[in-house]
């Protein structure tokens, strides 16, 4: 396939699949992010990707409001800052949301849980507004508590200690003498050309050390092996081989890994739902579309709530004309 791509564009990497029904998925150096389907037995193209700009401006939107994640003199971008501040207050205002719910009785349990649909619509979106809140309140809570380890540093070594781990920057320094001679023993030579004959033989000695894993990609030098199981969807073993023979040369299990890393595999896999498979990121998807929709409801049940106390203060003679 590499043959009849123009000359500026070069294949990066491939990611072979344990189920024999999907098609690889060929990355390329250009356009960014872009990747071509084939058909392993045949060699067929059967699709290609290619990130739409859309979708890239969303992905700035969510992160730093169209800024940048650092200013030009090193401090945290105005974006970055502003989503910040959000995402505490979003937090402020679910727990405080939590504390105004709570029944005073185990009587009112049941109607703090349920949405009445028969006594207009007013009550109807009261209840969506309080009981569905509540419903999806875990998931809020943990996209949004996870969401500031990527706003604020001291938050970050907040949370990384509240789980007994240091946090990634004191722990970097701390393994720094062993991730400098790993990268010595093993970082390919960017001048060797890549002979993508010899990925094969990488695949076939992973996939013969790993029969139960879910995914294998390689490019020129690396190659990881994924497993797919619930919980860190991030988990892999790393390797890295010579190019131009295919030598496996330093493995870095998964096991073996930085407690720093694990827990951010699992920051990301919880932040966006994926956790648990496709299932959890179904849910995780209905509740951010659900928790965007509280604070129209909140500020709709608010204006009313202000207009029906304004009413009620006007003098008598108002309401009789």
């Not at 945290?76 to 501040?85: A, C, H, R, S």
């Not at 996209?143 to 001291?154: E, K, N, R, V």
């Not at 076939?204 to 050390?209: E, H, K, N």
């Amino acid at each position: 396939m590499s043959a009849t791509l123009p000359d500026s564009v070069q294949v990066t990497g491939i990611t072979v699949f344990s189920n024999p029904e999907r098609t690889c998925r060929v990355n390329l150096s250009k356009p960014r992010h872009a990747s071509m389907y084939v058909d392993a037995y045949s060699g067929e193209i059967t699709g290609q990707y290619e990130r739409i700009p859309f979708f890239a401006a969303m992905f700035k939107m969510h992160r730093w409001m169209l800024g940048s994640a650092r200013a030009p003199d090193g401090s945290i971008g105005w974006g970055k800052l502003i989503v910040g501040i959000s995402t505490v207050v979003f937090v402020v205002v679910l727990i405080s949301g939590v504390v105004v719910w709570w029944p005073r009785n185990k009587s009112a349990w049941k109607n703090r849980l349920s949405v009445n649909v028969k006594k207009g619509w007013r009550r109807f979106l009261y209840d969506l507004h309080v009981a569905g809140g509540m419903y999806v309140l875990v998931f809020l809570l943990a996209m949004a508590l996870t969401g500031l380890t990527w706003s604020f540093q001291w938050y970050r070594d907040m949370f990384y200690t509240a789980f007994g781990v240091e946090p990634p920057q004191q722990e970097r320094r701390h393994n720094q003498s062993l991730n400098t001679q790993t990268r010595k023993g093993s970082k390919p030579d960017k001048n060797q050309e890549t002979t993508y004959l010899h990925w094969q033989k990488v695949y076939d000695v992973l996939a013969s050390q790993n029969p139960d894993f879910e995914q294998i990609s390689i490019s020129n030098g690396t190659a990881n092996v994924s497993f797919g199981h619930w919980g860190n969807q991030r988990a892999s073993d790393k390797y890295t081989f010579v190019p131009h023979s295919g030598e496996i040369t330093c493995p870095s299990l998964y096991k073996d890994a930085p407690n720093s890393d694990k827990i951010r595999g699992w920051i990301y896999s919880i932040h966006v739902g994926s956790w648990g498979g496709l299932l959890t990121r179904l849910l995780t998807f209905l509740a951010a579309l659900f928790g965007a929709s509280l604070p129209l409801t909140g500020y709709y049940l608010w204006l009313k709530k202000m207009r029906s106390s304004g009413e009620k203060r006007l003098p008598t003679h108002f309401h009789e004309t």
